[in-house]
T-cell receptor, first 112, second 112 residues
Framework: QQQVKQSPQSLIVQKGGISIINCAYE??????FPWYQQFPGKGPALLIA?????SEKKEGRFTISFNKSAKQFSLHIMDSQPGDSATYFC???????????FGKGTKLSVKP | NAGVTQTPKFQVLKTGQSMTLQCAQD?????MYWYRQDPGMGLRLIYY???????DKGEVPNGYNVSRLNKREFSLRLESAAPSQTSVYFC???????????FGPGTRLLVL
């Protein structure tokens, strides 16, 4: 049973455009929702994270939108740049699940 | 401050051979993790160690063993490698009770 579903699998965006990646989860006990960014040949690194007490968190060009009732959260990358080209993973944790559970990843390509 | 280091960077094994992947962190973290990353599968937890002296199975532990050698080091052993274990292996660490995980650069393993 997949506890977190991430879409799309891949995404191509023009420079300056908005990139949107979505994740859906089932377990309402989850209370931590991070996004990790991974460049080719590197390990993932925390990009931004949110807890369910807020509906949105913004850090620079990166925003997490959180919809508790729909059990969904998304990553928005504004003014996407070629340097944002990477694989993005959402993750969840909380309740009896102390460890992070990762989505399958989205490969983002930003075309100049 | 090197963060999380992994050795080797790349390894080729024949079916049935054994090897140990090494991981070390210099951030004084309590918890350490081993993941495997396969195309389209995201990051799957193999084993983790919540603190020195303890280890627990993750989602995909079969065919692997781990040792938490001390607070800094956490090794992953393949006793009899199989082609299905061809993957990229990531080690990560975190402070106890903190969700943010810091990843190493990965070990690429090819089993022929």
């Amino acid at each position: 049973q997949q506890q977190v579903k991430q879409s799309p699998q891949s995404l191509i965006v023009q420079k300056g455009g908005i990139s949107i990646i979505n994740c859906a989860y089932e377990n309402t006990a989850f209370d931590y929702f991070p996004w990790y960014q991974q460049f080719p040949g590197k390990g993932p690194a925390l990009l931004i994270a949110i807890r369910p007490d807020v509906s949105e968190k913004k850090e620079g060009r990166f925003t997490i939108s959180f919809n508790k009732s729909a059990k969904q959260f998304s990553l928005h990358i504004m003014d996407s740049q070629p340097g944002d080209s990477a694989t993005y993973f959402c993750a969840v944790s909380g309740g009896s699940q102390g460890n992070l559970i990762f989505g399958k990843g989205t490969k983002l390509s930003v075309k100049p | 401050n090197a963060g999380v280091t992994q050795t080797p960077k790349f390894q080729v094994l024949k079916t049935g051979q054994s090897m140990t992947l090494q991981c070390a962190q210099d951030m004084n973290h309590n918890s350490m993790y081993w993941y495997r990353q396969d195309p389209g599968m995201g990051l799957r937890l193999i084993y983790y160690s919540a603190s020195e002296g303890t280890t627990d199975k993750g989602e995909v532990p079969n065919g692997y063993n781990v040792s938490r050698l001390n607070k800094r080091e956490f090794s992953l052993r393949l006793e009899s490698a199989a082609p299905s274990q061809t993957s990229v292996y990531f080690c990560a660490s975190s402070w106890a009770g903190e969700e943010t995980q810091y990843f190493g650069p990965g070990t690429r393993l090819l089993v022929l």
